[in-house]
Nanobody, 124 residues
Framework: QVQLVESGGGLVQAGGSLRLSCAFS????????MGWFRQAPGKEREIVAA????????YYADSVKGRFTISRDNAKNTVYLQMNNLTPEDTAVYYC?????????????????WGQGTQVAVSS
């Protein structure tokens, strides 16, 4: 059974950094694409970043390009989201998601499993 557990969220001042982690439990982590999504109050859940099974192909939303980096360690069954130069607009609950495919998708409905989310709050 697949389980995803996020960690690393918290409160940070604008301009600061956080590193989110998502630990996978189950089988076959290295076969699947992973994504990070976020949902701010009153808004729809949106994709932030995603990467392929090997990490060789990545996607970033325009709003985070140059500030966020997604990566994975298949030996540790973990995917990361390094977030730098945070702004109040980055405040949201961040979710990691797994897609039963080797390649990432930008579509929320293309992902098959979700974590419970971790709160990120950025103060101005």
């Amino acid at each position: 059974q697949v389980q995803l557990v996020e960690s690393g969220g918290g409160l940070v001042q604008a301009g600061g950094s956080l590193r989110l982690s998502c630990a996978f439990s189950g089988r076959g982590f290295s076969n699947y694409a992973m994504g990070w999504f976020r949902q701010a109050p009153g808004k729809e859940r949106e994709i932030v970043a995603a990467l392929s099974w090997s990490g060789g192909s990545t996607y970033y939303a325009d709003s985070v390009k140059g500030r966020f980096t997604i990566s994975r360690d298949n030996a540790k069954n973990t995917v990361y989201l390094q977030m730098n130069n945070l702004t109040p607009e980055d405040t949201a609950v961040y979710y990691c998601a797994l897609r039963y495919d080797t390649e990432w998708s930008g579509l929320r409905d293309a992902y098959d499993y979700w974590g419970q989310g971790t709160q990120v709050a950025v103060s101005s």
